[in-house]
């Protein structure tokens, strides 16, 4: 068996070209375009990279895009202070605060001082709590992007066994939520599951989100399995000196046996961009009053 390759770049670029229509939809509804702002506290290089590419993603779709830089040694107060600034500005539909934040600021108070209403990386604790009680919230965007890349796989995800390996807050437990949503059968491994091997192997969706490379070899997957690898690890490469991305998933194998399967680079990463600019609608739309387009 061959798997089918789940493309990120290409779809990615479908969720943001229907991120570009909605926001000419409902810009003149708004009044404004649709605004995000982004805070980034130091010169870390790959937070750069990624606020970067942020910035550039709200700019095609015709988003309006606030940057806010701060110096290394800005102080947790100075940050809260201008997070309630962001609260408070009208223009301001979702704010991101870009991690890893600097020693001396608490992101865990950062994030939570975040208006649940323009949480746009759903890591607040009312979003988090709406959305495991099956209530409308603001959802992280890796796992938005996971169910899509699974819908290109499965007409319908319910009733499939979904299986996700990793229980973070970011990825694994709100990803376990929305799969639940789709009503599917969800079961979440961990470092401290028996034989995760055998659990695994159970699913007709695994997701796989642990930070571990290539952990997950192919006997771990039920032949025509849908495969989502969410990692992302920077391991040695095959010339003395160079490196390479892989995944959680050793992709080689797990292609010989999955019926679908991510790519990394090139599968979830793109989506997690895209899925941001959907979240920025969402939050506008839900403020205004209008209807928030979907997934």
């Excluded at 759903?122 to 979003?127: A, L």
């Excluded at 988090?128 to 992007?145: E, H, Q, S, V």
């Excluded at 995944?247 to 899925?275: N, R, Y």
């Amino acid at each position: 068996m061959t798997a089918k390759i789940l493309d990120g770049k290409a779809i990615a670029a479908e969720v943001r070209a229907k991120a570009a229509d909605e926001t000419k939809r409902i810009a003149p509804q708004l009044g404004r375009q649709p605004g995000l702002a982004v805070v980034l506290v130091g010169e870390n290089p790959a937070s750069e990279v990624y606020v970067r590419s942020k910035v550039r993603a709200m700019r095609e779709a015709g988003m309006a895009s606030f940057e806010h830089k701060l110096p290394a040694d800005t102080s947790e107060t100075e940050l809260l202070a201008r997070v309630r600034a962001l609260n408070a500005d009208p223009a301001v539909d979702g704010i991101l605060v870009q991690l890893p934040l600097p020693s001396q600021i608490d992101a865990r108070r950062v994030l939570d001082a975040i208006d649940p209403a323009k949480d746009v990386d759903g890591f607040h604790p009312m979003n988090a709590g709406r959305l495991a009680t099956g209530l409308p919230a603001l959802a992280p965007c890796t796992p938005i992007g996971c169910i899509i890349l699974a819908k290109r796989a499965h007409a319908s995800l319910a009733g499939l066994e979904a299986v996700v390996l990793g229980r973070s807050n970011i990825v694994g437990r709100p990803l376990a939520q929305l799969l639940l949503q789709e009503n599917a059968t969800v079961t979440i491994a961990h470092s401290r599951t028996k034989n995760a091997a055998a659990v695994a192997r159970r699913a007709d969706l695994l997701c796989v989100a642990i930070g571990k490379p290539e952990l997950v070899r192919g006997d771990w997957i039920k032949p025509g399995a849908t495969v989502i690898d969410i990692g992302i690890n920077r391991v040695s490469g095959s010339a003395p000196g160079k490196t390479k991305i892989v995944g959680d998933v050793a992709f080689e194998e797990a292609a010989k046996v999955a019926g679908a399967i991510t790519p990394v680079p090139g599968g979830v990463g793109p989506m997690t961009v895209a899925c941001l600019l959907m979240n920025t609608l969402r939050a506008a739309c839900t403020r205004a009053g209008l209807e928030p387009p979907g997934i």
